[in-house]
């Protein structure tokens, strides 16, 4: 076993790094003067993975919703759940499927190398049948319904279906109650021999524990996987949003709405470096710090709502803007306007440098969180960067790059998503 050290001289910070035998990358951030301990699990697999060749085969189409659905049932075993074997030892534990990734964990305080043990345990050893399956459906179904009555999540998938013509991210990460009555155990367990294989999973783990103890439950616990050859196909996706604007009705107190910007799609060290220079250009540009947003506020046209945000993930990356608004089409072009204003008389240096001093701190902050640590590990794992790019990049970040950013934004190649509250 070799273990790679990583440093961060600016931060003062170590982690340390290795490939156990199986394929499963192991990530280890120990903390001095922590007790707490928290764990993560993680695989290469989320909701966009819907079509994959395994082993050199045809495209497998996977139906809308399966690696949730795959989340849920993994927690399940012919003895006891993870979830009572988690409770018995004081630890808390859950999971959560993103568009690109799931990942499984626990927090602790005691009892570490048993809580780690049950979580390499349980991912480890699918165990699916039809009955435990089929009763699930009726669960999962019930949680799409609960997605779909939040104006807040509806606004953002329908701002997502008016971007892309065909890429999964238009899809509800749970599926829908069509796409997930084709799911069966057999299916499942053929999901996951193909994507829970040890080279696609990352375990990442911070805080107070000895790192030999750690090692020493991995050397034993982690099992070698089918070796497939799994590649997921993300489609095509035309440069331009599908439509400028979209728009619907459901019952809620005050119209929502979402502008989208469609980006190209970025990876690894260049997602985050673009992140973090399209914040700082959103920040001084929109900002609850600008004059654009003070006039904004006090014109009536926004309210606190009012704020913007970067949704980005494998295969595509989207600047936005969500808000409360009575005139949503007049807020969406006052702040195209204001894009498109920048050019020419972009925000000043002294903006730029206030907002970067507050990025780069509230990234600093999350190292003293041994949650925040762990997720900045898989993060970082999942993107195939490091724990302290982020930090990096966002010391490095100047003035020229922002400008540059403003420059090039296509403030034209977006679409609005408009919630209005249903008549009674």
Sequence with gaps: MMLEEITSERLGERYYRYTHSSGVTVLLYPMKGYSTVTAQFSVKFGSVDNCAIVNGGKPWHIPDGTAHYLEHKLFESPEKEAFARFAETGASCNAGTSYDSTRYYFSCSANFEK????????????????????????IITQEITMYLDSP?????????RGMFADNPVRNDIAGSAESIALITDKLLYDVYDAFYEPSNMYLCIAGGFD???????????????KSMNTVSILPEEPARVITPRVQMSMPLGKTNFALGFKSPAYSGRQMTEEYIYQTLMNDTTVGAATDFYRSMRDSGLINETFESSIMMGRGFFVPAIFGESDDPDRAAEAVRAEYRRRKTEPPTREAFLRAKKYLYGDNIRTFNNVESVAQNLSDAALTGTSAF????????????GMLQRIENFDEGNCCLSVITPSEE
């Design 152 to 160: 807040a999540w509806r606004v953002c998938m329908e701002l997502y």
């Design 115 to 138: 809580n780690l043990e049950i979580l390499l345990d349980f991912v480890q050893h699918p165990y699916f049948t039809p009955e435990n399956v089929e009763k699930e459906r009726g």
């Design 389 to 400: 790019d982020y930090a990096e990049l966002a010391a490095a970040a100047d003035y020229e």
């Design 211 to 225: 790192m030999e103890s750690a090692i020493e439950v991995c050397e034993r616990c982690l099992l070698p996987g």
